[in-house]
């Protein structure tokens, strides 16, 4: 792969952008959009008295968000990060946006990929109808370097949060939202545009011959269910655990069964 200069920031600056807990077997948390590495808090906390935990900010979470990029992009740049903490293959960790670059990683780069955890992700795109609908809600955002509008930041809301979460637990969405107001507005149109029109790899998931296991929220908005369990037919070696009372980013909203579930996973197969 090219590696670009935002690429080599990863392979020469991991403490700047990573949270790394722990030793032994590594596994590397990648964040969905509108989030941080902040977000799998609970998972290093609870896994790094036996694995080494490390969680990344993606592109959009520094001061390389400009110009364009793709998850081909990030893919390079979780390559580089590896080469920054020095480990040659870990399991690759990714939530929603994370769990889109995740797939890519390990068809592009198999060597460096023991195992594969998707949270709240999918193989197939979004509908067309999604993509127009996520592509206007953004549209005013191009190229602006001004905070993210609070009103959208708080319109998204519902896309991020399960019902349970938005009811019982007000005090870590608005958290969120006062974070998702100070960022520049051209970040998240790049971050959502990274992944936005990405084709289908459902087709390629025979080729991913490692571990998986699928976490996904029973209350996601955003991505049923439903769109992630196809591919526990198309993964040669997949399982997958429901996370009860949480959405879109369901190791953050529910920890406890998100976490257990990873750690089981780890446990029994490395």
């Known amino acids: 792969m090219t590696e670009s200069p935002t690429s080599d920031m ?13 030793d032994g077997q590594p596994i590397v948390f990648a964040h969905g959009t509108l989030m941080d590495r902040t977000m799998f808090a609970p998972q290093l906390e609870a896994l790094k008295d036996e694995y080494r935990a490390i969680a990344y900010d993606l592109r959009a979470r520094t001061d390389r968000y400009a110009p364009g990029y793709d998850l081909r992009d990030l893919a390079d740049d979780c390559d580089a990060l590896l080469d920054g903490i020095g480990e040659d293959s870990a399991v690759i960790a990714g939530m929603s946006m994370g769990g889109f670059m995740g797939l890519r990683f390990a068809l592009e780069y198999p060597e460096r990929v023991d195992g594969l955890v998707l949270i709240d992700s999918m193989a197939a795109p979004h509908t067309a109808e999604e993509q127009e609908v996520y592509g206007e809600l953004v549209e005013p955002l191009e190229g602006s370097t001004d905070s993210n509008p609070r009103d959208l930041a708080e319109g998204v809301t519902g896309y991020l949060f399960g019902e349970t979460t938005r009811e019982e637990n007000p005090e870590l969405v608005e958290a969120w939202v006062d974070r998702w107001a100070t960022y520049p507005g051209a970040a998240v149109y790049n971050e959502l545009h990274s992944w936005l029109d990405r084709p289908d790899v459902t087709d390629r998931l025979s080729e ?9 929220g029973e209350e996601d908005p955003s991505i049923d269910p439903s769109r992630a369990e196809p591919m526990l037919d198309e993964l040669p070696d997949a399982e997958m655990e429901l996370i009860p009372e949480a959405g879109h980013t369901s190791n953050l909203e529910n920890p406890e069964p998100a976490t257990d579930a990873i750690r089981s996973f780890l446990d029994e197969r490395f």
Do not use: C, E, F, K
Not at 10 to 22: I, K, Q, S
């Open 10 to 22: 990863y392979r020469a600056r991991p403490d700047a952008l990573t949270t790394d807990v722990g």
């Open 208 to 216: 991913i011959d490692v571990p998986v296991l699928i976490v996904h």
